[in-house]
């Protein structure tokens, strides 16, 4: 179930930014994808680094150091998508800049 679910979130990644590739003009607005996972992998980073030191300071939290790097595993897999979607929109538009 849970892969099935990430194949889902993969496909909407890689549609939306081949969306935003292809359709949109100004170069902000095709990267907003791409900041916002790159948002999301500090966040994540931050949320290890915070569960680690309350870890040593003798804090009762178990699991959210895992939890912080399995979600910035899950970003990672979704930001190679996204870089997948670059190629391919690359790729189109090479052949429609030597088709002209």
């Not at 996972?37 to 959210?64: F, P």
């Amino acid at each position: 179930m849970l892969f099935s679910f990430m194949f889902v979130l993969m496909a909407v990644v890689f549609l939306v930014q081949l969306l935003l590739c292809l359709k949109a003009k100004k170069l902000w607005s095709r990267l907003s994808l791409l900041v916002l996972l790159g948002l999301g992998e500090l966040a994540c980073l931050a949320a290890y680094v915070a569960s680690i030191l309350m870890e040593q300071t003798g804090k009762d939290i178990h699991g959210a150091a895992y939890a912080a790097v399995i979600y910035g595993i899950t970003l990672a897999y979704l930001a190679a998508v996204d870089a997948a979607a670059w190629a391919l929109c690359a790729v189109v538009r090479f052949i429609q800049n030597r088709k002209k």
